[in-house]
């Protein structure tokens, strides 16, 4: 997308983001009229005073969700009627795609211009796709005997709540919203604390486009305090989380210590990146990895952090490898140009610093990067990094980062390269690159891994599952198969006489 002709410096100076929560369809501030500066990680200025939510301000939301949904203003529109409705919301957030770009790439510091074709542009088209399937979907009829008739039937469940990171703080948003609100439920959304400008002006764009007030209600606030209270809420019927697989734990925790609300976990990845011998493009692999990786300044979940490469290419590999790194050196964000943008705060600058030094410490060898950057801007940046030379033991080898630290891991054989692929925590995403197609076939069964690419890793469309096997999550976002997280499955029985 062609974004030079916007001064985005400029609009960042102009623009003033309003940080009231959205409940109930009007902007509210927090009960206790407490609020939390929102600081961009560009420059570390204030970019807004952020409504605090707490207890109070969740109980609010929630009943007015629980209201939504119990008149049935929502719920009990057609699928047709809803569709119309979320199509509109769809075209609200086309109009406002400048605006909302730039919120994002403030508010958390990626690329204004991958804000505008990616972020923006998928959080519209999902919000579509999902408004423009729930009109398609049918239920069942069960192979009963001749005297009884069956119905199994999809209703929505209620009230969800939706808490999301700061990655994606849109995309995330939009995987349990399109789903949530095109089945009928309402939903109050507790955005990062980290980034939560963008979530409330997706919330009015939705009033605007016709969604009734209290559908859709959005509350900022840290998590353990609006987080917790929403998770622990007794009338919120499920949680779809996305964020931390240490999170992920206590939404369980708190579904038990309340009302088994139903938890769906989308957690963290050590994705495994694995290249035979036997694949003749080198330098695509290559560049591949360092394309995913650097994306997004390496704070993306399904991020190939670990690589495997086979001994006989590992070093021409490696060499192609680190002559990427510099391509995604940090720059202004608000450019328009830059290939990397600022680490979303300074606690996790700091984690992905200590991590590199981890990496040394455990003997591995850095061949790229390794340093903070662009220090005088004010801002969070870290260099592309790659390490070679490293065991799948070490700590930079298991644990997630969450930044721009690629880990190289050699291997000999195809049982080796599975068998340390596997040996993670984790398993969210992997890829296998080889010639081979009975090796690619095999590979891509022995992956435990929710998706696994073959001779690529950048495909990827709402049209498929998305999700995690082991700690990497429960449930699947994205597809037609997200509406089973939001929807309970009824079945009704119906008795035929003979006449
Ligand atoms: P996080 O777990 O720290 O926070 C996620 C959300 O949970 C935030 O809104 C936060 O305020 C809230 N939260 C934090 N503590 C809470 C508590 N005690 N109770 C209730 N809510 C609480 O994660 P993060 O740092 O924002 O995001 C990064 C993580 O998200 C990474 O692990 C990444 O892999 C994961 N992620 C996973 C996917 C996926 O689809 N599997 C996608 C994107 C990000």
């Given at each position: 997308m062609n974004t030079s002709t916007i001064d985005w410096r400029q609009r960042a100076n102009d623009i003033r983001?309003?940080?009231?929560?959205?409940?109930?369809?009007?902007?509210?501030?927090?009960?206790?009229?407490?609020?939390?500066?929102?600081?961009s990680p560009i420059d570390g200025r204030t970019l807004a005073s952020v409504a605090r939510g707490r207890t109070a301000d969740i109980d609010a939301a929630v009943a007015a969700a629980r209201q939504a949904f119990d008149d049935?203003?929502?719920?009990?529109?057609?699928?047709?009627?809803?569709?119309?409705?979320?199509?509109?919301?769809?075209?609200?957030?086309?109009a406002a795609k400048e605006e909302l770009a730039l919120l994002e790439t403030l508010d958390m510091g990626k690329p204004v211009q991958q804000s505008l074709a990616v972020d923006v542009a998928s959080t519209a088209r999902i919000i579509a796709w999902y408004?423009?399937?729930?009109?398609?979907?049918?239920?069942?009829?069960?192979?009963?005997?001749?005297?009884?008739?069956?119905?199994?039937?999809?209703?929505?469940m209620g009230v969800i709540g939706a808490v999301v990171p700061w990655n994606y703080p849109m995309l995330m948003a939009s995987w349990k919203l399109g789903p949530a609100l095109a089945a009928g439920n309402s939903v109050v959304l507790k955005p990062s604390e980290k980034s939560p400008l963008t979530a409330l002006r997706l919330a009015e764009i939705a009033v605007e486009a016709g969604l009734p007030e209290g559908v859709f209600n959005v509350v900022p606030g840290y998590g353990h305090e609006a987080g917790e209270a929403l998770a622990l809420h007794m009338d919120v019927d499920a949680i779809g989380f996305t964020g931390s697989t240490r999170v992920g734990r206590k939404m369980l925790e708190y579904a038990g210590r309340s009302?088994?609300?139903?938890v769906y976990n989308e957690l963290g990845g050590k994705?495994?990146?694995?290249?035979?011998?036997?694949?003749?493009?080198?330098?695509?692999?290559?560049?591949?990895?360092?394309?995913?990786?650097?994306?997004?300044?390496?704070?993306?979940?399904?991020?190939?952090?670990?690589?495997?490469?086979?001994?006989?290419?590992?070093?021409?590999?490696?060499?192609?490898?680190?002559?990427?790194?510099?391509?995604?050196q940090p720059d202004d964000p608000l450019s328009g140009t830059a290939e990397m943008g600022a680490i979303v705060d300074e606690t996790q600058l700091r984690t992905v610093l200590g991590y590199i030094e981890a990496g040394h410490g455990e003997g591995a060898r850095m061949v790229a990067g390794g340093k903070?950057?662009?220090?005088?801007?004010?801002?969070?940046?870290?260099?592309?990094?790659?390490?070679?030379?490293?065991?799948?033991?070490?700590?930079?080898?298991?644990?997630?980062?969450?930044?721009?630290?690629?880990?190289?891991?050699?291997?000999?054989?195809?049982?080796?390269a599975v068998a340390m692929a596997n040996d993670s925590p984790y398993g969210l995403q992997a890829s296998v690159w080889s010639d081979n197609v009975n090796r690619a076939?095999?590979?891509?069964?022995?992956?435990?891994?929710?998706?696994?690419?073959?001779?690529?890793?950048?495909?990827?469309?709402?049209?498929?599952?998305?999700?995690?096997?082991?700690q990497s999550g429960n449930g699947r976002d994205k597809s037609l198969h997200a509406f089973d997280k939001y929807t309970e499955l009824k079945t009704t029985w119906l008795r035929i006489d003979p006449a």
């Open positions: 983001p309003d940080g009231r929560a959205v409940i109930a369809g009007r902007r509210v501030a927090a009960r206790d009229g407490e609020t939390f500066d929102c600081i049935g203003r929502w719920a009990r529109k057609s699928p047709a009627q809803r569709k119309r409705i979320l199509q509109r919301f769809s075209e609200g957030i086309l408004g423009e399937a729930i009109d398609k979907v049918y239920d069942e009829i069960a192979p009963t005997p001749h005297n009884a008739l069956a119905l199994i039937t999809r209703e929505p009302n088994l609300k139903r994705s495994a990146f694995v290249v035979f011998d036997d694949f003749a493009d080198v330098a695509r692999a290559a560049t591949t990895v360092a394309a995913s990786m650097f994306y997004n300044q390496g704070e993306s979940c399904n991020a190939p952090s670990r690589v495997f490469v086979h001994e006989r290419i590992a070093d021409e590999f490696v060499r192609i490898v680190t002559g990427e790194a510099p391509k995604y903070q950057a662009r220090a005088d801007s004010g801002g969070y940046f870290v260099e592309p990094t790659v390490f070679d030379g490293v065991d799948n033991r070490m700590r930079i080898a298991r644990e997630e980062i969450f930044g721009p630290v690629l880990s190289v891991i050699r291997f000999k054989t195809e049982d080796d076939h095999r590979v891509a069964r022995a992956l435990r891994a929710g998706t696994v690419h073959v001779n690529q890793y950048d495909e990827d469309d709402i049209t498929v599952p998305f999700g995690g096997y082991k």
